[in-house]
């Protein structure tokens, strides 16, 4: 089966996973060393954040060599290891490619700097006196940067040390496929591939009503490009990924389907933006229940009829935990991590599970600058001062978008450092409850974890998750997400009450005589259908 759609893919951001040499910083045998409990959730791919060589401005996002691993993750061996036991465990390893950018510590990137116009090639200067244009980088301030030594300025869509690469040059192509060839040799089973819809730049003109994006997103040649890389590079029936930054459905659509061989499946974080005021990341608001129904509705629609494929996911390295977003961290905490869970892993699409996600894992709530670690927030830290925030707005917002949010480390017990390492951490430790952990929930029949394991199980067994088709019920509720899936004679009718209030919905008759495959709550099957806080309910005929 190569659609990859009765799987299930757990992400790992190695640097917060797990440690084992007292360093305070995970590393892959911290990863091998846990593949039993991997196994045991039942997932079926790690996705691996980035563990090459990278000076770590941007936590290995920032590539520096991509075919040496990080010392302070481990070595050639280790990786094989963890490769093998994963193996031995029917557990296939995806990697990170990280293929818009380099740092600007790479080789290529330091060639050019010493004026070799075959490097220079490579990415994209600009010799005019003033920046070229005034589009804005994803981490604040001016995409562009002066390199003196040229007197050149280079596009930097992320920080200042992550150099766009020259898509358009035939030799940078076959660079980034042979960094494929290499790790596909290694028995690495599958690639994410970070903002690949922005490879393709089309014109640098200036953007008088946005920050830039409209003229790289999703560009002219992005297709073709994608397609070649997998062609030349023999990936095409092996699981892939791309993660889309503002992107289209009609792209994702074209992207993900399957005859036109470029990728298996796509991210796309529409729904992940009903929370911002006006779509501004920096500015907070409450999520907007109605658009997050339309916006599932409409990608899962039409994914479905243009045959392309979802990835499904809340939560990831660069996103706040889902329950302190959509949920409750309180009185409902489990209840609505379940309810969250059910709503995508239901769904139409392979989900994605986020390192903690199964324990119901919180934000940080850090409440010092000092406490954070990315660079993107450090820098809108001092934007949103400037922008005359107090210290304490800014921190509250923060609080709420930081993306060390998601990167604390994995919490496996109830110790100083989570069980993560017997070492102070390289990122502060959260400031939240202790019960959330591996060692409490393991053993708890209606834990989170357990139920995350579950849901997995259903995915892998019943084909009406993994084949069904979609369709949506109860548009005109704004408190309830709800669903059908259906498959040959089979269905299921997925109710989900969003909101932290009790609701009731009335059922069709012929929903009276299901069962219930899946609930957070006792509730009972009638035409009435009561609902507490944040509950879910599956039905199946
Ligand atoms: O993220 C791309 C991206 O655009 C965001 O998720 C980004 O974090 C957000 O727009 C900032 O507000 C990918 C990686 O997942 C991320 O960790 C990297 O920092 C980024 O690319 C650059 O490689
Ligand atoms: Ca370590």
Known sequence: MTDFKNKV?????PKSFKDTNHDGIGDLKGITQSLDYL????????????????????NGYDIADYYHINPMYGTDEDLDELINQANKRDIGLMMDMVFNHTSTDHE?????????????????????????????????????????????????????????????????????????????????????????????????????????????TDGPHV??????????TGIKDM???????????????????????????????????VDYKDNKKWELMDPDYKKLKELFKNWQLGMQ???????????????????????????YWKESAKMLATMIHMMQGTPYIYQGEELGMLNSHYEDI???????????????????HTREEALHILSARSRDNSRSAMQWDDSTYAGFSDHEPWITMPHTDKHINVKEEINDKDSI???????????????????????????????????????????????????????????????LSYTTLLSNYPITVEKTLKLPPYATIVLRK
């Open 9 to 13: 893919i757990y992400q790992i951001y």
């Open 39 to 58: 196994n045991d959730l039942g997932v079926d791919y790690l996705w691996l954040t980035p563990f090459v060589v990278s000076p770590q401005r941007d």
């Open 108 to 216: 290529w990137f330091q060639k050019a700097l010493q004026g070799d116009p075959y490097y220079q090639d490579f990415y994209i200067f600009k010799d005019s006196k003033d920046i070229p244009n005034n589009w804005v980088s994803k981490f604040g301030g001016p995409a562009w940067n002066y390199a003196p030594e040229l007197k050149k300025w280079y596009l930097c869509l992320f920080d200042k040390t992550q150099a766009d690469l020259n898509w358009d040059n035939p030799h940078v192509r076959e660079e980034l496929k042979n960094v494929i060839r290499f790790w596909k040799e290694r028995g690495i089973k599958g690639f994410r591939f970070d903002v690949i819809n922005l490879i393709s730049k089309g014109s640098y003109d200036n953007d008088y009503e946005g920050d830039g994006r409209r003229y790289y």
């Open 223 to 232: 297709h073709e490009y994608i397609h070649e890389l997998v062609h030349d």
């Open 239 to 273: 699981i892939t990924v791309g993660e889309m930054s503002s992107t289209s459905l009609e792209d994702c659509i074209k992207y993900s389907n399957r005859e036109r061989e470029e990728l298996k499946m796509t991210f796309s974080f529409h729904h992940l933006k």
């Open 305 to 331: 009829a243009g045959h392309g494929w979802n990835a499904l996911f809340w939560c990831n390295h660069d996103q706040p935990r889902i329950v302190s977003r959509f949920g409750d961290e309180g009185k």
């Open 370 to 388: 000092s406490e954070y670690r990315d660079v993107e927030s450090l820098n809108y830290y001092k934007i949103l001062l400037e922008e005359g």
């Open 449 to 511: 974890l357990n139920y995350y394991k579950q849901l997995v199980e259903l995915r892998h067994e019943l084909p009406v998750i993994s084949e069904g088709t979609i369709s949506f019920l109860y548009d005109d509720r704004e408190d309830i997400m709800s669903y059908q899936r259906q498959y040959e004679d089979d269905e299921l009718v997925v109710i989900c009450n969003m909101w932290n209030q009790d609701t009731t919905v009335t059922l069709e008759d012929c929903y």
